[in-house]
């Protein structure tokens, strides 16, 4: 079995981009091109690799076995240029960052001009959702994560901390009151976490037992959760490094610090163990820690 590593990386793209189109508009080739690539890895793997059809691409058992390890020979590639290049070359490539929507939008985004000026060949693919997911299997890169991590194929690096607070908008406080003790919330809207249900305890410092929150509101989404506070809905426990630009901004209100636990919690990079000596994702990695350091958030 016999094939090239462009063929492998194009197909890798096709596998993520979903068609042979945009895989062919990444790279500025024809889209025959990108077909040719296609037809010469089948002829070599003597399987079909892709179901095609109306409704897009979808990989066969053989395909999702050629990504899997051809995935891992794209990595030894670069990282072997990488050391007999002796490091000295600017990192460039795609890498796929899964993180949570509002910290997607927060900070990543807020990140990304910086992280180009720095590293302008470098292509970053964000995948924005709270579900921890399957990193082998959805090809991400880096996933950005408050969560322990406890798995010998991954490596995590803590990049920086974190804390929680609860935040309202000024019109929800204007109308119902700012509460003043955690006994008063019992009269307020709050909103909650539906998928992550132990999110919904919020520890006191002032008690042995947290508040168990059961919400008049709930939502799987922590981009969709910010947005409710932000319009009014209720008050939501938030991540002080989402809400502390609305706070400074006017757009939300931290509520009742000295009654619960604000103690920081680590944020991590998280990587799998064959890909975290990429130099893309050391420098990515590297680059969001410096961010985090360099940046306060505290509210």
């Known amino acids: 079995m016999s094939f090239h590593l462009d063929d492998l990386a194009l197909f890798a793209r096709v596998s993520a981009l979903g068609t042979l189109s945009a895989a062919a508009r990444e790279r500025n080739i024809p889209v025959s091109q990108v077909t040719r690539a296609l037809n010469r890895l089948e002829a070599a793997c003597g399987a079909r690799l892709m179901h095609r059809t109306t409704h897009g691409l979808s990989l066969t058992d053989e395909g999702d076995t050629l990504l899997q390890h051809g995935s891992l020979m794209l990595d030894t590639s670069e990282v072997l240029k990488a050391d007999l290049r002796g490091r000295q070359n600017e990192p460039s490539g795609w890498v796929r960052v899964g993180v949570s929507a509002s910290v997607a939008e ?10 180009y000026e720095k590293y302008p060949r470098l292509h ?18 880096i996933a950005i994560r408050t969560a322990a991590v406890h798995s010998e194929t991954l490596v995590a690096r803590q990049i920086g901390s974190a804390s929680r607070t609860l935040y309202a908008s000024p019109s ?44 008049q509101t709930l939502t799987d989404n922590s981009a969709v959760l910010l947005s409710m506070v932000r319009h009014g809905v209720g008050i939501a426990r938030l991540l002080d490094i989402v809400a502390s630009p609305l706070v400074k901004s006017g757009e939300l209100v931290p509520l009742l610090r000295p009654y619960f636990d604000v103690q920081e919690i680590p944020v ?30 505290a509210v």
């Open 106 to 115: 927060s900070l990543i985004a807020l990140s990304l001009p910086a992280l």
């Open 124 to 141: 970053i693919e964000v995948l924005a959702d709270d579900r921890l997911a399957d990193m082998a299997r959805d090809g991400i890169d």
């Open 172 to 215: 929800y406080l204007a109308k119902n009151g700012t509460p003043q003790h955690p006994d008063e919330l019992a009269q307020h809207h709050m909103i909650g976490n539906s998928r992550a249900i132990s999110m919904n305890l919020w520890e006191r410092q002032d008690a042995k037992s947290g508040l168990q929150i059961k919400g």
């Open 268 to 297: 991590y990079a998280v990587m799998l163990q064959e890909r975290h000596r990429l130099p893309k994702i050391r420098a990515c990695v590297e680059f969001w820690a410096e961010y985090l350091a360099g940046n306060a958030f």
